[in-house]
């Protein structure tokens, strides 16, 4: 009997075992699918949503326990991230900057130049616009600040970082000059494998769990009473953001035009592929090919198409730009605080310098702008998550912003080589002359 009742234990737990085992790979298959099926920021916007109800029904419910459970799961997350940020900085920089100087030719250096004063010009241009509107349309907005703090977490993880943001970012500017004029280092082979690493932890840890992150800080927001405010405010910064990358756009491809002696319009037009493209991909890296063709069409030189269009892909980030200088000066405005020249201006120049080395993929611009965000404005753990959502709600339109841009940065790198080439020409050929009388 015992021996029967033994047996009978053992098949069940097999069976047991077994269902477990299968309710594990169904929702393992169900992780996958929606990872790989979903998008960053259809994932985003669920989670947001689920987090807004779950905080609007807790608060009517007067229960706070799922909200100190996510204020705790979100805390843990954004010590992480401050943790990894300096790391994030010395990982994309420095290989960057290396990569750039150890290419040869002026090309280069006129094309980073050109990309740089670009971005610059894009930040410039958010400023402005950011400095006009916003203190009009979202002035009557709650502190953001209050609502982080009515819920406190069942507890923390100190992760001090291995360094500060400012350190990280001169260390990385030293390294990645210093390497550049160092053939075949040991050392940037090793930085660029660190790189790997960090890119490895930002696209498979990261960027996965940022919809969750952003869901429990919005849960946080819902629960205090904040969050119509906030989504309001979101709603008049996407409409000033879109209107100005447009506008970016056709100052780009007025420039372009006047050069080129074409119809800007036209020029766009022909660009237009690739726009769609970048739309869908969320990629300036992916898109390359597109906008290559798109450039070519607009009748650029095969090799200078070649050159300027797989480097702009990296280092020309005027969409990202636009969004993260005018996203975080409406976060400053919902704060209380007042985002002046002095404040915008070091940003700015510091922020064209790290999209330089800012990697090519979704959410690759946001990632390598939170250390500057946390150095020089403050940027916490209510902020740097509505950051991020800020920007991947319109990562699509501020990448194809990017990479269309790099279409008129062809044109203009082309007009300024030929041109040179031309003087060179003709000076040669007045040396010539002069050396036969």
Same mark, same amino acid.
């Given at each position: ?69 996510? %204020? ?83 507890? *923390? ?116 592929? %690739? ?5 869908? @991909? ?59 020249? *002095? ?52 990562? *699509? ?23 040179? *080439? ?5 000076? @040669? ?9």
């Amino acid at each position: 009997m015992k021996n029967k009742n033994l047996t009978n234990f053992i098949k069940d737990s097999i069976v047991y075992l077994l269902q477990i085992q299968m309710y594990s790979i169904k929702i393992h298959e169900m992780r996958n699918f929606f990872m790989k099926k979903v998008s960053l920021i259809a994932r985003i916007f669920i989670c947001l949503i689920i987090g807004v109800f779950l905080g609007i029904i807790c608060k009517n419910l007067d229960i706070v326990f799922p909200i100190r459970i996510l %204020a705790t799961l979100s805390g843990l997350f954004g010590n992480f991230l401050s943790f990894i940020i300096p790391l994030i900085i010395i990982g994309f920089i420095v290989p960057g900057i290396a990569s750039l100087g150890g290419k040869s030719g002026k090309g280069l250096l006129i094309t980073t130049i050109i990309a740089y004063i670009s971005t610059i010009i894009a930040g410039f241009l958010a400023w402005a616009s950011g400095q006009t509107l916003l203190p009009k349309l979202i002035k009557e907005n709650i502190l953001l600040s209050n609502g982080g703090q009515a819920i406190e977490p069942y507890f *923390s993880v100190d992760m001090p970082p291995i360094m500060g943001v400012m350190s990280a970012l001169v260390l990385a500017f030293l390294l990645g000059i210093g390497l550049s004029k160092i053939k075949n280092s040991t050392l940037l082979k090793s930085m660029e494998d660190f790189s790997s690493v960090v890119l490895m932890v930002v696209t498979k840890v990261l960027i996965p769990l940022v919809p969750i992150y952003i869901g429990c800080v919005f849960a946080k927001l819902s629960f205090s009473g904040e969050i119509f405010n906030t989504l309001k405010s979101f709603g008049i910064v996407y409409l000033i953001l879109f209107s100005l990358q447009i506008i970016y756009l056709l100052i780009q491809y007025s420039i372009a035009g006047i050069i080129k002696k074409k119809n800007p319009i036209a020029l766009i037009k022909n660009m237009m592929p %690739a726009y769609l493209t970048a739309v869908g @991909t969320q990629s300036s890296a992916a898109t390359i090919p597109v906008t290559l063709a798109c450039t070519k069409d607009n009748d650029v030189q095969d090799k200078v198409a070649d050159f300027v269009i797989p480097l702009c892909a990296t280092i020309h980030l005027a969409g990202d730009t636009i969004t993260l200088v005018l996203t975080s000066m409406a976060v400053m405005y919902m704060n209380g605080n007042i985002p002046t020249f *002095s404040m915008m201006m070091p940003f700015i120049f510091m922020l064209g310098i790290t999209m330089i080395a800012a990697p090519g993929v979704p959410g690759g611009g946001v990632m390598s702008a939170l250390g500057l965000l946390e150095s020089m404005f403050g940027f916490g753990g209510i902020e740097k998550p509505i950051m991020i959502a800020l920007h991947a709600a319109q990562d *699509s339109f501020g990448t194809a912003t990017n990479i269309t841009g790099d279409g008129a940065i062809a044109i203009i790198i082309e007009y300024i080589i030929n041109r040179k *080439s031309n003087s060179k020409t003709e000076e @040669t050929e007045y040396d010539d002359i002069t050396e036969a009388v």
